[in-house]
């Protein structure tokens, strides 16, 4: 089946430690975002890319960073900076420059301790 | 992009149809706007994208009048699996809606 996997689906981190979101997609989308949503809030855009090898950063890029080294996959890093990572986050391609219509992964649910 | 505006929440029962308006007053020439539903712990789902005028499709209505400052995404006879966050979006065709913010949302409560 096509679509997106996100894992792991549910992650702790200790603080001050750096943890990887994976992202993988099998719709040959070129785009593809990730966006941050914390409870009982919208989602904000923290990375986005449209082709390989070269990404954007959205409104809330601070604490992480990316890379689109392969068309299926946009890895999202939580590093240390970031100051409240605990949130779910959630990874969208989009296949079609003449729509706006995202697909989403499941989440993946980061809880620091 | 255009800031987005919607109400909070909305109430509704069963068989209702219901109407969730979004501002989007400086929205430009080529913006284009999109409706999203979420349910709990799950990504976003897209319902339906629009210029002006009415657009369709088998699950919602959208109405933009002419101004396009606003738009109504319009829900016949929902149902209590309606029961989700609704999200209006602004995207530029130009980019090809490279840059896609979602709002806070409506989030919509349907009660038998």
């Known amino acids: 089946d096509g679509g997106i996997t996100q894992s792991p689906k549910y992650l702790f981190r200790k603080e001050g430690q750096n943890v990887t979101l994976s992202c993988e997609q099998n719709l040959n989308h070129d785009a593809m975002y990730w966006y941050r949503q914390d409870p009982g809030q919208g989602l904000r855009l923290i990375y986005y890319s449209q082709i390989v090898n070269d990404f954007q950063k959205g409104d809330i890029a601070e604490g992480y960073s990316v890379s689109r080294e392969k068309k299926e996959s946009f890895p999202l890093t939580v590093t240390s900076a970031q100051k409240n990572p605990t949130a779910f986050y959630l990874c969208?391609?989009?296949?079609?420059?003449?729509?706006?219509?995202?697909?989403f992964g499941e989440g993946s649910r980061l809880t620091v301790l | 992009l255009a800031k987005t505006t919607q109400p909070i929440s909305m109430d509704s029962y069963e068989g209702q149809e219901v109407n969730i308006t979004c501002s989007h007053n400086?929205?430009?020439?080529?913006?284009?706007i999109t409706w999203y539903q979420q349910f709990p712990s799950q990504g976003p789902r897209f319902i339906i994208q629009?210029?002006?005028t009415k657009v369709t499709n088998e699950v919602a209505s959208l109405f933009i009048p002419a101004d396009r400052k606003s738009s109504t995404l319009s829900l016949p006879r929902v149902s209590l699996s309606d029961t989700a966050v609704y999200y209006c979006?602004?995207?530029?065709?130009?980019?090809?809606?490279?840059?896609?913010?979602f709002g806070t949302g409506t989030r919509l409560l349907v009660s038998p």
């Open positions: 629009g210029y002006k």
């Open positions: 400086n929205i430009a020439t080529n913006d284009y």
């Open positions: 969208a391609s989009k296949g079609n420059r003449t729509t706006g219509e995202l697909f």
């Open positions: 979006l602004v995207g530029d065709m130009r980019t090809g809606f490279q840059k896609l913010v």
